[in-house]
């Protein structure tokens, strides 16, 4: 298995893998996506800088028949290695453990930068509908962030 930034070329074998795991609404041409792939397309991460050092990590996402495997920290790592800047994302609570296991720690909504905001908005992320809760949660946060 190996990681590598996606170009243009490897998107149709990244939206299969998310749709085949019921993701439909991810536009691949935003941002920069990281990919596993051990002969097919295993996971993913999207990271998409909203305004300059201000990243949102977004599609963070392994085949679930590979799932407990380490693809998925792998690619964090990878992607988080790649880009700088304070990153923010989303997730449900039985992710928050793996995110934390980054550095990320819990930040309320009303915390978040605007550019975050407005993104997280605009995928429906921020106000999702009821009885389907979203932590919001951040990594390398400075005082100044």
């Excluded at 996606?6 to 439909?24: C, K, M, P, S, V």
């Excluded at 792998?74 to 304070?86: E, F, K």
């Excluded at 934390?100 to 995928?123: I, K, M, N, Q, W």
């Amino acid at each position: 298995m190996f990681i590598t930034r996606a170009t243009r070329h490897d998107r149709d074998d990244i939206r299969q893998l998310l749709a085949a795991q019921g993701w439909t609404d991810s536009d691949l041409s935003e941002g920069v996506t990281y990919f596993a792939r051990d002969g097919r397309v295993v996971g993913c991460v999207r990271l998409i800088e909203v305004e300059p050092q201000k990243v949102v990590v977004d599609d963070v996402l392994v085949e679930e028949s590979r799932r407990g495997e380490g693809i998925g920290g792998d690619l964090m790592r990878a992607a988080m290695n790649a880009m700088g800047g304070v990153l923010y994302l989303c997730c449900h609570e039985e992710l928050i453990v793996f995110y934390d296991g980054f550095g990320f720690s819990e930040v309320a909504s009303h915390d978040l930068p605007d550019a975050v905001r407005a993104y997280l908005d605009r995928t429906g992320d921020l106000n999702p509908e009821p009885g389907h809760v979203h932590h919001f949660m951040t990594a390398r946060k400075t005082e100044e962030s």
